[in-house]
């Protein structure tokens, strides 16, 4: 009887190897916790090496068939695990708003997201073609044919645990590749009931694993899958320094990797923008998912013209923002994912306000609420001396920095070793071309605060990353070209 989401037994989750879930009687566990709470939600265990090779043996030992299986066929598994996830969009919800913290209404609204990159895979299995080259010569034809790289192991982040899974997963199926699976250590049980449905959907056994492990069992599964030759790319999303030790590991056997790294954001509003409009464009882009996303504005730029309206707006719209956890359906900020969250966001508001800047909203930790929770905060008189300026906070802070100059801006804009995405407001459209052009990212919102779409190119430059998700480029990361002569057809 195939295992659907309504019958999924937190307390009973564990690893899916080959097609089984498989629960150790005996061996180590770790707890995932409510970040609203600090309850215990489910015990989950902990992975080691054997568990990360058995993984790698299932997945390759599905390979062969997976690969060969029309991409017809993969398409209609993938809307079919589409359809699914849509179907429990209420449960998946909530239990990404349970383990993750985010308000209810955005974890509905990353099924939705997560869905969008199923079907938009699911679609673009079929369009995976090949090329027919011109010959150079009499008698000879030329081909250039697109296959699957083989096993491909995904590490997901906890700040949209569907979401990431889909956008990692659905074009590595799509490809006819097979999947080895860590999720984030915080958040795994939306990725098994994703994978629950899967199942259901008819994913075959051994195509898609999951191992669970905790952040310190984590190097262990991880170092299995980048010294086995037999996987074939990584695909990851975290930190830079994660994603330079992945690269670093995975030249020994030449892994074909995909790493969306961490940000930088720069967020301009100049003197001839729609001031309300940029405001906007600010919420969406910085106060989504409590400012833990790696796309959120981390340094907003304001002419000095308008920087005080500008900010009167701001810190109008910021303040008014409700705050509190998943379960109540007003919140629009819920707790951050854990302790050391928030002592990072409390550490660079403290280190800004010690070098200068003013906290016009916010600024303090919210006990009352809960250990996690942290005021959605606007900051006056930011420059690049303080870590908020540098380090990528992942919290709801909006430091403002004042400029005068497009060329100074641009400059400021681009002295960060990140590349990931960069917003502006700007009714010039001289200057959005030049700015468009100027800004050393892989990813720039103009006029525009919400970027993310499965159709879309999505990932950085410099130490943001490399390799792109969603859109046909998407898929174009899970294949290899095969170059293919045939002679003497004039004989």
Request: proline fraction near 6%; aromatic fraction near 6%.
């Amino acid at each position: 009887m195939p295992l659907t989401l309504s019958r999924l037994d937190l307390q009973r989750t564990t690893h899916f190897i080959a097609g089984q879930w498989q629960r150790p009687e005996v061996g180590p566990s770790f707890d995932v916790t409510d970040p609203a709470t600090g309850a215990v939600i489910a015990s989950i265990p902990d992975a080691d090496a054997a568990v990360a090779r058995a993984a790698v043996d299932a997945a390759h030992a599905a390979f062969p068939a997976w690969r060969k299986t029309p991409a017809k066929q993969r398409a209609q598994i993938l809307k079919r695990w589409n359809d699914l996830v849509l179907a429990h969009q209420e449960d998946l919800g909530r239990l990404i708003s349970r383990e993750q913290g985010k308000p209810l209404a955005e974890g509905r609204g990353e099924v939705s997201y997560a869905a969008s990159y199923i079907e938009w895979f699911a679609e673009e299995a079929t369009r995976a073609n090949g090329e027919v080259i011109p010959a150079p010569v009499p008698g000879r034809r030329m081909f250039a044919l697109k296959e699957p790289v083989g096993v491909v192991a995904a590490i997901t982040p906890w700040n949209f645990p569907a979401a990431m899974i889909a956008r990692k997963i659905a074009p590595a199926l799509a490809a006819g590749c097979t999947v080895v699976c860590k999720p984030a250590e915080d958040t795994p049980l939306t990725s098994l009931a994703l994978v629950a449905l899967a199942q259901e959907a008819g994913v075959p056994p051994g195509v898609l694993n999951i191992v669970t492990a905790s952040r310190e069992h984590t190097p262990a599964v991880v170092d299995v899958w980048l010294d086995d030759a037999r996987v074939r790319k990584i695909t990851f999303t975290g930190s830079t320094p994660v994603g330079k030790h992945l690269a670093r590991r995975s030249a020994d056997t030449l892994k074909k990797l995909s790493l969306e790294l961490g940000g930088n954001a720069p967020f301009i509003v100049f003197e001839d923008a729609d001031l309300e409009a940029a405001v906007e464009g600010l919420m969406a882009a910085k106060f989504r998912n409590g400012g833990q996303t790696c796309v959120c504005p981390n340094r907003v730029f304001v002419h000095e013209s308008v920087h005080d309206r500008f900010a009167a707006l701001l810190v109008a719209r910021v303040a008014a923002l409700q705050v509190g956890p998943a379960s109540d359906a007003g919140s629009q900020i819920g707790p951050m994912i854990n302790a050391r969250a928030v002592e990072k966001i409390e550490r660079h508001v403290q280190d800004a306000v010690a070098r200068g800047a003013v906290v016009l909203t916010g600024g303090t930790r919210l006990p009352a609420l809960g250990t996690n929770y942290f005021a959605p905060t606007v900051l006056a008189g930011a420059d690049a001396s303080m870590a908020c300026a540098s380090e990528e906070t992942f919290g709801p802070i909006a430091p403002l920095t004042r400029f005068s100059d497009e060329a100074e801006v641009i400059a400021q804009a681009n002295d960060t070793p990140f590349g990931l995405a960069a917003y502006f407001y700007s009714n010039d459209t001289r200057r959005i071309w030049r700015l468009a052009d100027a800004l050393e990212t892989g990813i720039v919102g103009i006029n525009e605060g919400a970027l993310a779409a499965e159709a879309a190119p999505f990932g950085g430059v410099k130490d943001s990353g490399y390799g792109r998700e969603g859109s046909t480029h998407g898929l174009d990361d899970y294949l290899h070209t095969k170059y293919v002569c045939q002679g003497g057809l004039d004989a």
